[in-house]
């Protein structure tokens, strides 16, 4: 089963935080581990600084990123909200 959470551009304990940092949180939280214990980290999938630099660029251009990282499908809009999918039998 898959699963899906979406946020809207906090972190798990109410503070803002950038697209990257989210991401961690919420895939640990989903996989019960602590974040820094994901592997590979994030930054070996992709550059958090550049992910984190197209939600603070807010040129009212939209758009949305995607990529598969630690088992899960990431979307990140580009107002700062993320979409993380578990990856399902079917995407393999």
Same mark, same amino acid.
């Given at each position: 089963?898959?699963?899906?959470?979406?946020?809207?551009?906090?972190? *798990?304990?109410?503070?803002?935080? *950038? *697209?990257?940092?989210?991401?961690?949180?919420?895939?640990?939280r989903?996989e019960?581990v602590?974040?820094v214990?994901?592997? *590979?980290?994030?930054?070996?999938?992709?550059?958090?600084e550049?992910?984190?630099?197209?939600?603070?660029?807010?040129?009212d251009?939209?758009?949305?990123?995607? &990529?598969?990282?630690?088992?899960y499908?990431v979307?990140?809009?580009?107002?700062?909200?993320?979409?993380?999918?578990? &990856?399902?039998?079917?995407?393999h």
């Amino acid at each position: 089963m898959a699963a899906r959470e979406q946020t809207d551009g906090e972190s *798990p304990s109410g503070d803002p935080a *950038p *697209p990257s940092v989210r991401i961690v949180e919420e895939i640990a939280r989903l996989e019960g581990v602590d974040s820094v214990d994901l592997s *590979p980290p994030l930054y070996e999938v992709l550059d958090p600084e550049a992910l984190d630099g197209m939600v603070e660029d807010d040129d009212d251009t939209g758009g949305r990123i995607t &990529f598969g990282y630690a088992g899960y499908r990431v979307a990140v809009d580009a107002d700062g909200g993320i979409d993380v999918t578990e &990856f399902g039998p079917e995407d393999h």
